[in-house]
């Protein structure tokens, strides 16, 4: 009878309990399997915002964590990137509004790079004028920001909307945001 290659180095393999970074609660929040722990420093693990914080603000986030150290069966992790499902990023933008997609690269004040990548609604059609100051400003913004706070605390502002409010006072200077929400953020 044949034996299946598959099955016996399945076997073979341990279970590393994966925890969540200090920001989020350094809670375990599940396992994966490595031939060695060393193995599974690397692989970066998508999950729910929401299942890790228990908020349902957060139910349309979601978070990538990389392995970055795995010793005695614990693996522990950091935040790679957060990303919002498109299906709700798309549910905000509506007729007779503007979508200002933003893109910036820039390094934090412990020195890490970090991509933000944001959409900010208009509640009514706005210029190219103003949506141009709407850019700038808010590239000015995050460039402040983020001189003057680590990426921890970064992750911190974004998660309790400290962030976005601030963003919008800035912004409803210029034109009427509705919503200023996150695309994607990568932490580098």
Do not use: C
Not at 80 to 97: A, T
């Amino acid at each position: 009878m044949a034996t299946q290659k598959g099955a016996e180095k399945w076997k073979t393999k341990a279970w590393l309990d994966v925890k969540a970074p200090d920001i989020l609660g350094n809670e375990v929040i599940g396992s994966v399997p490595a031939a060695t722990p060393e193995a599974a420093v690397g692989r970066v693990l998508k999950v729910s915002l929401a299942w890790i914080t228990h908020n349902a603000n957060h139910s349309f986030l979601t978070v990538g964590l990389r392995i970055n150290q795995a010793l005695n069966n614990v693996a522990t992790t950091q935040i790679d990137y957060l990303e919002s499902q498109f299906s709700y990023l798309h549910s905000l933008i509506r007729r007779h509004s503007d979508a200002i997609y933003t893109y910036d690269a820039l390094k934090s004040k412990d020195g890490g790079d970090v991509v933000v990548k944001l959409l900010i609604t208009t509640r009514s059609k706005t210029p190219y004028s103003k949506r141009h100051a709407i850019r700038k400003e808010l590239s000015l913004f995050l460039n402040e920001y983020l001189n003057s706070h680590t990426r921890d605390e970064f992750v911190k502002s974004l998660l309790a909307n400290e962030l976005q409010g601030e963003g919008m006072k800035r912004l409803s200077k210029i034109a009427p945001v509705s919503k200023f929400e996150i695309k994607r953020i990568e932490l580098k």
